[in-house]
């Protein structure tokens, strides 16, 4: 079969190889799964160039999440069977035509469903929701803001505080994008540039905005933190700019704005098992309903790695990139 992997870090298309190995072999309370889909992630970027927050030691395989097909079961399996939808274990290397398994640690995809859409269930979207939940309380009718509002976690901010009743305003770098966002529910789109803070209070009226989300760093984060009202919080969950988070004297000195970090590997390892699976269904269950969907850019196979990677990293996507080892879905 074939398997993704680098042994030095650096640019991702350069060190990215697709080697040929032997098929794995379900052990006792195993299954094997074909690899149907599985996303290419900013964090998946970051980890192979050496920028992330948890480096594997390498050599190491790429890939954290997705779904697949069991189609092989190993001694002592009676609770599984061949052709079952699985979404696949967190952080094991996705990118690969097969993966073993332990059966007991399997959750189903629900019948019907999108493999593209529940491939990329595992990171994004409770990202989105956790920030939404656990910093800020937002009432209905109260604003938030985001930048890189068209990112996959940005699309699904958008789609989730709609949900709440609480408006969004998601700064992104081209205008063309506005029409997209606002039909998933945005309130407001902003061109990111100078003016922004005066455009941002017009929107508003002056009402308190006390929460912003920053994917980016650097002066992106500076300028997000001048929109914010008397006691806003910045919660910074990445660093696309691979530049340090940056607060101006006047939000924090005049308006005590603060900034605070999510990582989404840290709640899983400190958050208790009940509710990590209570989040993960919830999330589950409005993926399966259509209710948060985000858009795919383009799928390749593993021949095709390299170009994956690099579209990935292009500035104009159109979605998300995914990985599809054992070819295009039906």
């Not at 967190?90 to 959750?107: H, M, S, Y």
């Not at 937002?138 to 989730?160: E, H, K, T």
């Not at 061109?191 to 209070?201: C, L, Q």
């Amino acid at each position: 079969m074939k398997i993704v992997q680098y042994a030095m870090r650096g640019n991702p298309v350069d060190v990215v190889k697709v080697l040929d190995v032997d098929a794995p072999v379900a052990g006792p309370g195993e299954v094997v799964l074909d690899v149907q889909a599985s996303p290419i992630n900013p964090s998946d970027v970051l980890t192979i160039t050496g920028d992330y927050g948890i480096l594997p030691p390498l050599p190491a395989y790429c890939g954290n999440e997705g779904v697949g097909l069991v189609v092989a079961l190993g001694e002592g399996v009676d609770d599984v069977v061949v052709g079952q939808q699985v979404f696949l274990p967190i952080g094991a290397g996705t990118w690969r035509q097969q993966i073993t398994a332990k059966a007991a640690e399997l959750v189903p995809v629900p019948p019907g469903t999108d493999p593209l859409q529940m491939a990329m269930l595992a990171i994004n979207p409770p990202t989105a929701y956790l920030m939404l939940r656990d910093f800020v309380r937002l009432d209905p009718g109260d604003w938030m803001i985001q930048n890189a509002a068209n990112s996959g976690v940005g699309r699904y901010v958008i789609q989730l505080a709609a949900a709440q009743g609480a408006k969004s305003i998601n700064i992104v770098r081209r205008a063309d994008l506005a029409e997209e966002l606002k039909a998933m529910g945005a309130d407001a789109v902003v061109v990111e540039g100078p003016g922004m803070a005066k455009e941002v209070r017009d929107i508003t009226g002056g009402a308190p905005l006390k929460l912003g989300l920053d994917a980016i760093g650097g002066d992106s984060t500076l300028a997000l933190g001048d929109c914010l009202t008397d006691d806003g919080l910045v919660v910074n969950y990445g660093l696309l700019s691979g530049e340090p988070c940056k607060l101006s004297s006047a939000a924090t000195i005049f308006h005590d704005v603060s900034l605070r970090g999510f990582w989404l590997a840290r709640w899983f390892r400190s958050a208790p098992i009940g509710e990590r699976m209570a989040v993960m269904t919830e999330i589950g269950a409005r993926v399966a309903t259509g209710e948060l969907t985000a858009a795919v850019d383009s799928t390749y196979d593993l021949d095709h790695i390299g170009d994956a990677l690099a579209r990935s990293m292009a500035p104009g996507r159109d979605g998300k990139v995914l990985v599809t080892p054992n070819g295009p879905l039906s």
